[in-house]
């Protein structure tokens, strides 16, 4: 009572927001929902780097931000996205499936200094890229989360520490 009286407009806002930043996927795994093969931009409700810059400055300071989308790296204007959350004093979290974390990206979410990057690993080598429906993609995902560490090795920094998040599929399963 005393805080929410104290802290007035400020506490009735919401503290965590969550943007699905992009319809489009990279990738066709059999089980999602958000297939590249159906995944195109719907023009009239897909924000531009703009118009998502104008929402991230009306957030309430220290507001947690996650992005996330079809696949969040695909959109364009990700890195420019990323530095302006981490501007106005916002802990932010990336969900991804890890295949395009090139090294321009890597570099602007260690420097950002971003409070997590999560990566979706269903399973392991084989089976893993079996349920996603492409050759190398786990090894790749590897190559990316190892360039990542050393770049965060290079510049000193703990962040972005990475969590792996897992569905549970029946081609899987037994690896995990």
């Known amino acids: 009572g005393k805080w929410n009286h104290k802290l007035g407009r400020f506490r009735r806002m919401p503290s965590v927001y969550f943007f699905y930043i992009t319809d489009v996927c990279n990738l066709d795994c059999h089980y999602c929902w958000q297939r590249a093969e159906n995944s195109v931009p719907n023009p009239t409700t897909e924000l531009?780097?703009?118009?998502w810059i104008k929402i991230v400055d009306k957030l309430p300071k220290f507001s947690f931000v996650g992005l996330s989308g079809g696949e969040a790296t695909?959109?364009?204007?990700?890195?420019?996205?990323v530095r302006k959350i981490k501007s106005n004093s916002h802990p932010l979290t990336l969900n991804t499936n890890g295949i395009l974390l090139e090294e321009d990206k890597l570099l602007t979410f260690v420097e950002s200094g971003?409070?997590?990057i999560s990566?979706?690993?269903?399973?392991?080598?084989?089976?893993?890229?079996?349920?996603?429906?492409?050759?190398?993609l786990f090894e790749r995902i590897k190559r990316n989360v190892k360039r990542l560490n050393q770049i965060k090795k290079d510049l000193r920094?703990?962040?972005p520490p990475l969590t792996i998040k897992t569905v549970l599929l029946d081609e899987c399963v037994d690896e995990l």
């Open 114 to 116: 971003m409070e997590n």
């Open 74 to 81: 695909v959109f364009k204007g990700i890195k420019e996205l």
């Open 119 to 136: 990566i979706s690993v269903d399973g392991f080598a084989d089976n893993f890229d079996k349920a996603r429906g492409y050759e190398g």
């Open 48 to 51: 531009n780097l703009d118009e």
């Open 157 to 159: 920094s703990q962040k």
